[in-house]
């Protein structure tokens, strides 16, 4: 088994970035404050300047994150007088701008939510976990992460067609164009 090392910095992102080498992190994980939310513990930034307030952070997350390595950004963007607002979304748009590729959306359900509704929309009880990569190649590993699906699945393979037959069925994340095996 590989051993994996992890390092805790505590401080500012924005001065602990800055002592960080190049292509040096595999992952970066990270929940930042939401639009005017908590305001007396992080100062409340404004969805009008958060793309403004995000897009440096983002230029030393791309510098520090290896060619093969992924950045998940945790957010949720604000409901505001009965409409979301679109904050999250000019952000993933700065960020490709600035290099980064948009490559996933996972969704966080969080099942201990607590219950309720708004008037005009179910209660948050999911957050959005946004997929950043430098290039299309990078480290990914579905089988760890994979549950059984049941007998069904061996069924379902067979009748699959041949263009659902070819996928990246590799470990490494780039054996793009592999048949899967149904057999």
């Not at 409409?83 to 490559?103: M, P």
């Not at 393979?157 to 070819?166: I, M």
Request: proline share 4%; aromatic share 12%; charged share 30%.
């Amino acid at each position: 088994m590989k051993e994996i090392k992890t390092n805790i910095l505590l401080g500012d992102c924005k001065e602990v970035l800055k002592t960080i080498d190049d292509n040096s992190i595999d992952l970066i994980f990270t929940s930042p404050p939401y639009a005017d939310r908590r305001v007396k513990t992080y100062g409340g930034i404004k969805p009008e300047d958060y793309v403004d307030w995000f897009l440096p952070i983002g230029k030393q997350l791309l510098r520090v994150l290896k060619p093969d390595g992924t950045f998940i950004l945790n957010i949720k963007e604000k409901a505001e007088n009965g409409e979301r607002h679109i904050y999250v979304l000019e952000l993933i748009l700065a960020l490709r701008k600035q290099g980064w590729l948009w490559t996933e959306e996972f969704i966080w359900h969080k099942k201990n939510c607590y219950p309720g509704k708004w008037p005009n929309r179910f209660r948050d009880s999911w957050e959005r976990l946004l997929q950043f990569n430098k290039n299309r190649f990078f480290k990914m590993y579905q089988e760890e992460v994979m549950v059984p699906v049941g007998d069904w699945a061996s069924d379902r393979l067979k009748r699959l067609s041949e263009t659902d037959k070819t996928r990246d069925n590799s470990k490494s994340g780039s054996g793009f164009g592999k048949k899967l095996q149904t057999g």
